[in-house]
C-alpha cells in the first residue's frame, strides 16, 4: 500500500530565517505530487504541483519555491520567511496512470509551520 | 470546478447515521463529487467519490441524485473518531494541475 510522510510534523521559525519542508512517498512510482498550504480556518492554497522529477508547476506567486529532486521526494523551501507564511502544509500524491473513476489524492499528515 | 454548497455546522448522536448533504446545482457532465474530512489538525482524508451512481465502501456511502444537482454522504454508525470538517468537492479528474479546491464544509460533532 501507499505511504506520504512528512516532516517536520510542526516547525516555529523566526521571521526571514530559511524553510525546508519534505515529503516523501512510498508504494508508487511517478507519482503528481502537490504541495498546499491551509491558513487558520480557512480552505487549501495550491502551492506547487509536479508530474515528474524536476517538473514544477506554480499555482500561486509567492516567498516558496518547490523541488523535486528524486522520483517520489517532493521539497518546499523558502530563502526568507515571512509572517505570512505560517499555516499548515499539505503534501498530496496521485496516481499518474489510474483511470478518471478512480482518480484521488491522498494527503499526508502535514506540517504546522508558525514564523514569529 | 462547479461550487458546492454545505451546512455550517451538524451534530450527530453516537451509533446514529449522519447524513451530509452536499448541493452542486451547477455541475457538469464530467464533473464527479468527491467527499474529504479533516480531523483537527490532520491532514484531509478522502473518503469516496462518483459519478452518478451510488458508491459505497467501508468509511460511507455516497448517495447522488438523478440530476446529480445534489448528493449525500451517509456515515451509517457515526462515531465519535467521526468528528470532523466534512467537504464535498466536484472536479473534473485527471485534469490539468489536478488542484482540490475545499468550500468551508460541514463542521460534525458527533456527541456520545
Known amino acids: 500500500s501507499q505511504t506520504i510522510h512528512q516532516w517536520p510534523a510542526t516547525l516555529v521559525q523566526p521571521v526571514g530565517s530559511p524553510l525546508s519542508l519534505e515529503c516523501t512517498v512510498e508504494g508508487t512510482s511517478n507519482p503528481n505530487l502537490y504541495w498546499y498550504r491551509q491558513a487558520a480556518g480557512r480552505g487549501l492554497q495550491l502551492l506547487f504541483y509536479s508530474v515528474g522529477i524536476g517538473q514544477i508547476s506554480s499555482e500561486v506567486p509567492q516567498n516558496l519555491s518547490a523541488s523535486r529532486p528524486q522520483d517520489r521526494q517532493f521539497i518546499l523551501s523558502s530563502k526568507k520567511l515571512l509572517l505570512s507564511d505560517s499555516g499548515f502544509y499539505l503534501c498530496a500524491w496521485r496516481s499518474s496512470w489510474r483511470a478518471a473513476s478512480t482518480d484521488t489524492q491522498y494527503f499526508g499528515p502535514g506540517t504546522r509551520l508558525t514564523v514569529l | 470546478d462547479a461550487k458546492t454548497t454545505q451546512p455550517p455546522s451538524m451534530d450527530c448522536a453516537e451509533g446514529r447515521a449522519a447524513n451530509l448533504p452536499c448541493n452542486h446545482s451547477?455541475?457538469?457532465?464530467?464533473?464527479?463529487v468527491y467527499w474529504y474530512r479533516q480531523i483537527h489538525s490532520q491532514g484531509p482524508q478522502y473518503i469516496i467519490h462518483g459519478l452518478k451512481n451510488n458508491e459505497t465502501n467501508e468509511m460511507a456511502s455516497l448517495i447522488i441524485t438523478e440530476d446529480r444537482k445534489s448528493s449525500t454522504l451517509i456515515l451509517p454508525h457515526a462515531t465519535l473518531r467521526d468528528t470532523a470538517v466534512y467537504y464535498c468537492i466536484v472536479r473534473v479528474p485527471k485534469a490539468a494541475g489536478n488542484k482540490l479546491t475545499f468550500g468551508g464544509g460541514t463542521r460534525v460533532l458527533v456527541k456520545p
Open positions: 451547477t455541475i457538469s457532465g464530467n464533473e464527479y
